[in-house]
């Protein structure tokens, strides 16, 4: 460290440590070597007081970073470091945090124009390729919905509720690019991949197939989307195609799995996460996604602090009588209370906000309504977590640049047993706590056990791959 300009770092969930760690080594340089020290990502987007208190040194950009960054450069370059920091402001560079003097400077927010940013570079994908990771690419960005009460999507772009769409051509190049490369199995990090031009995703589906048939991309390249429920419902009219048709369109260029965003069986629940769409829409997405033969990942949030016993139970027969026992999705989750959501205002109103901010993992912690719900959910984490690991590895091993479709559907399988013996324990769980036992004095070995077994007998069939 010591010859470049600008440091940047970016700051994911848990990594706090790390970045204690880097800002330490970063201290040792020599004050007139030192760069530039510049975080982005999640928490510097949603924790910037925090992180700005404790590496006062630090330039933060918040939400989207291309233009940010790009003209931050250009200030560095042409100026002397005493002028840094007063220019930044001048120079209206969007999006910045940071300290002058013992002033706190916030620089207007901006979205960047999608439609003319570049590709990003990809220094890292061969050995992403080489570890079979995830490859990601990027259709749009934002929501055209951008409501659901839990979503933390709308602060990282300033706010507002809206969705931006990348051109397709420069989505068409960088498949071909990174089909060459050898990848096969791009996810897209859109939150909502059609988002409100049916028509745009129709023919972004047929650029791809032309590609294909050009030789250009390969055959064998597979998508994986994350749609909303809306949009595969969607009724087409003139001049708009129906979600159907988008989705026959998708397929036809390789479409493999959609993710979509269920969230929970129960009505109150759908409500209290402000979420589009009602159980029975959210089912008849499903039922559709399926009938063309496309994999279904699933966003569920099983739990949240105002949920009642009934509530629990009803998800549970909600996931039963959908067919989603076996899912290989994990359909237990927690309600994540994060920064910059709409619901942390509410809680706060409601009293249910029990500390402060997890500037690592963006979360606030929550009080239950209902203790027997929290009792539940504790026993079942607590199960859980015993043999969390291998069911994590096994979850990544599913995931991404899997070497064939096969090998990832025996996976999926598998770990779509395992997840039926987790909602197994839930249910068990649930019904005791209902007949007012206490949960916490269940015999969940034999599940213990079932689990145990299904992780053994894959670790047995990879080793002798
Ligand atoms: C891919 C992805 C994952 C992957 C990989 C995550 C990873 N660690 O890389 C997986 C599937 C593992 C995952 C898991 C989870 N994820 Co996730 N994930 C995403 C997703 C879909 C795409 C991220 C991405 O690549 N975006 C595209 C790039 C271009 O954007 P970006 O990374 O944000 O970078 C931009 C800026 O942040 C900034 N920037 C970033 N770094 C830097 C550095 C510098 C120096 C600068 C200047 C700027 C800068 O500039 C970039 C360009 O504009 C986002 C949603 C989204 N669309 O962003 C959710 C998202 C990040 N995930 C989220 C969550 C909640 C999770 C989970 C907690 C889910 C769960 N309940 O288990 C876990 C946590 C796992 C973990 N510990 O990290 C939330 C985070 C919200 C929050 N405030 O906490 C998001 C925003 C989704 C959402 N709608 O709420 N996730
Ligand atoms: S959860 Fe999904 S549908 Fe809801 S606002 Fe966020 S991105 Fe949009």
């Not at 992180?51 to 042409?78: D, H, N, Q």
């Not at 951008?146 to 960088?174: L, M, N, P, T």
Request: some cysteine; charged content about 25%.
């Amino acid at each position: 460290m010591g010859c470049s300009d600008i440091l940047g770092i970016s700051t994911p969930l848990g990594s706090l440590h790390r970045l204690q760690g880097l800002v330490t080594r970063w201290r040792a340089i020599p004050p007139d070597r030192r760069p530039l020290l510049v975080f982005g990502g999640l928490i510097a987007t949603f924790a910037p007081d925090a992180l700005l208190k404790e590496f006062p040194e630090a330039v933060l950009v918040i939400g989207e970073g291309e233009e940010a960054l790009v003209r931050l450069t250009e200030v560095v370059g042409l100026h002397p470091e005493v002028l840094w920091r007063q220019v930044f402001a001048e120079a209206s560079i969007p999006n910045l945090m940071y300290q002058a003097g013992d002033q706190v400077i916030r620089t207007v927010r901006r979205n960047i124009n999608l439609r003319d940013a570049p590709p990003p570079d990809r220094p890292f994908l061969n050995e992403l390729l080489l570890r079979g990771g995830i490859v990601r690419a990027e259709a749009s960005r934002g929501c055209s919905y951008g409501r659901c009460s839990f979503c933390a999507i709308q602060h990282k772009y300033c706010d507002e509720a809206g969705w931006r769409d990348v051109k397709i051509s420069r989505i068409v190049q960088e498949l071909g690019d990174l089909s060459l490369a050898g990848a096969r199995h791009p996810y897209f990090t859109d939150e909502d991949f059609i988002g409100n031009d049916p028509l745009r995703a129709l023919a972004l589906a047929r650029a791809i197939e032309r590609e294909k048939s050009l030789g250009r991309i390969s055959s064998e390249l597979t998508l994986y989307v994350d749609m909303r429920a809306a949009s595969v419902l969607a009724r087409g009219n003139a001049g708009r195609p129906s979600g159907l048709a988008v989705l026959k369109g998708l397929q036809a260029a390789g479409l493999r799995e959609v993710f979509v965003g269920i969230e929970s069986g129960a009505v109150e629940q759908v409500q209290r996460y402000k979420k589009p769409a009602t159980t029975q829409r959210n089912l008849q997405a499903l039922h559709r996604l399926r009938d063309l033969g496309l994999e279904v990942d699933i966003g569920f949030i099983f739990f949240d602090p105002e949920m009642t016993l009934d509530e629990a139970a009803t998800n549970l027969d909600f996931l039963r009588h959908a067919g989603l026992w076996n899912h290989y999705a994990r359909l237990t989750k927690e309600v994540r209370l994060e920064a910059g959501t709409p619901l942390v205002e509410l809680y706060r109103q409601k009293d249910l906000i029990a500390g402060p901010l997890d500037v690592d993992e963006l979360t606030f912690p929550y009080r239950w309504r209902d203790t027997r719900v929290e009792a539940v959910h504790n026993t079942f984490r607590a199960w859980e977590r015993l043999d969390g690991g291998r069911v994590y590895e096994l979850q990544a091993a599913s995931r991404g640049e899997v070497p064939s479709e096969n090998l990832r559907r025996r996976r999926c399988e598998l770990l779509g047993q395992v997840r039926a013996v987790e909602l197994d324990v839930l249910h068990s769980i649930v019904d005791s706590t209902q007949q007012n036992k206490d949960s916490a004095s269940l015999d969940l070995s034999p599940f213990t056990q079932r689990r145990s077994d299904l992780l053994d007998s894959w670790q047995y069939s990879e080793r002798s791959r």
